[in-house]
């Protein structure tokens, strides 16, 4: 079953902005908060992090 992608990107621009609000954190527990949070992996995490910041594509 596909995901629909404007899910995709709300959970991107989320996790983006859980990181960067909690940045004084060490990443390690940041993602292991997510994984709980989002029920994903975090590899998926790691992944969504190291991509572009979110921007408004249409």
Same mark, same amino acid.
């Given at each position: 079953?596909? %995901? ?7 959970? =991107?621009? #989320? @996790?983006? /902005? ?6 004084? +954190?060490?990443? %390690? ?7 709980? =949070?989002? #029920? @994903?992996? /975090? ?6 992090? +190291? ?8």
């Amino acid at each position: 079953m596909r %995901k629909n992608h404007k899910l995709l990107e709300k959970r =991107r621009k #989320f @996790v983006q /902005e859980y990181v960067c609000e909690n940045h004084h +954190k060490q990443m %390690k527990t940041v993602v292991t908060e997510l994984s709980e =949070r989002l #029920f @994903v992996t /975090e590899r998926t995490i790691y992944r969504i992090i +190291k991509e572009e910041p979110y921007t408004d594509k249409v």
